[in-house]
């Protein structure tokens, strides 16, 4: 690591920084990566060791989290490696959170250092599809069967903190199979509660991307409010946080990850979405994209649009589709000895009497649109599709994302939800969005655990002692109340 990367977190740990990395142009501090770091960072998000005196990363994890439940052979959940380490917290933490979306199941829970002495442990972030929900209550299970070795609490003492539509709608089935208090908290409440602790507490969390300038980090800070959160799961919400559990949902859009997910599933062999984003990386979307270049054969400076900007998201298929019909049309539409196969049925139904002239009409056309139909899609990939998509989805939700934020005159707009997975094009695509309709004005911000930030807020909720790098629960500071102070402080 660089001599900068170095005295930036020391003084995170020290506790004594003065602010003074590079800013962004909202004014929060930054801190520098190298492009080598990137890929990195988002591959191999790393950990986070917590402690009362300060907090930094281990970007290669000293050793492995504790060993967890065989993933099942279908490969429905996914194992975070960026576990958050508490390594002086030593008081029993007797519950676990999840949050059940529409689409996937996010889990949280606390355990001990493996194989080691020292006090303190980690917690540890799964994931699991929610058409799979009883694969995530059967590992929540294993975990209340081993929670004396996980977590130091005995039989019996285990809670279940719930949050998300699921927690509604499985509450039933996860008592049943558990038998544990099942404890059901707001959705909206325990997203705003997780976010305020990682953009506060955890250095190296928080982040800005583009393609243009590399990925920085923001350090915490604890004038934080006003913000927007855009919360893309399944769908997207957008809410406008004034203040700790102070918040408006203000907007939102049905077009979110699950629209992607299910476009895709329909137009791709893809089967996981990680696939999706993985083929999505691949693409070339202006296979499929109408673009400003494809319009006007160059830039369109005079209102700031590159050659490169999509005019019309899949606006290539069609004009391909009738291009491909009149090829068939060439080619009689028909081939490897179709042609006598279909004359020969023709006979055969004529002699039968049973084929009236306007069914006989469409059974001549339709092998020639069956023949444009497979010459079109011959014409683009998986990949291309998906990227293409992916595109539509995330700048669609990048200009609603500015526009309301113009609305309520917010500067900090922070990205969360498991449509990221830290896939570049995403981020670049809504950092793009936001920076140009802002005029630079306004700043995307993005988390390496955007995904957690109900479990996190649900596990918050039932707070386990000694928490927090910057107080202590048992001291009566904490985390609202500390920002609590600091707003009311920094009030005009």
Known sequence: MSEDHYQAEAAIVDGEGDGKTVAAQTGRP??????????????????VRINVKGAFIVETPEQPGTPANPTSPGGNSYHETKDIRLPNHTAVVSHIAVDIGGSLAKLVYFSREAHSTDPGGRLNFQSFETDRIDDCIEFMRHLKDKQLALNGSRPGELCV??????????????????????????EMECLIIGLDFFITEIPREVFTYSETDPMHFASPNANIYPYMLVNIGSGVSILKVSGPRTFERVGGTSLGGGTLWGILSLLTPAESFDEMLDMAAHGDNAKVDMLVGDIYGTDYNKIGLKSTTIASSFGKVFRMKREAEHEAEDTGGLANGDDQNRRQQQQQQSSDGTTSSCCSHTQQHRPTSSRASEIARSRFSSADISRSLLYAISNNIGQIAYLQSQV?????????????????????TLSYAIKFWSKGQKQAYFLRHEGYLGAVGAFLKHQPRNWGRRGSFEEGQ???????????????
């Open 30 to 47: 930054r801190t520098m990566t190298s492009t080598a770091e990137i890929d990195s960072t988002i591959i191999h998000p790393g950990s």
């Open 161 to 186: 903190m719930a949050t998300g539509g699921g927690a509604y709608k499985y509450y039933d089935r996860i008592r049943q199979r558990l038998d544990v208090d099942v404890l059901r908290e707001d």
């Open 478 to 492: 904490g985390l609202e109340d500390r920002l609590r102070v600091r707003t009311e402080e920094n009030a005009p």
């Open 408 to 428: 309520h005159g917010l500067s900090r707009i922070y990205f969360g939800g498991s449509f990221i997975r830290g896939h570049p094009q995403t981020m670049n």
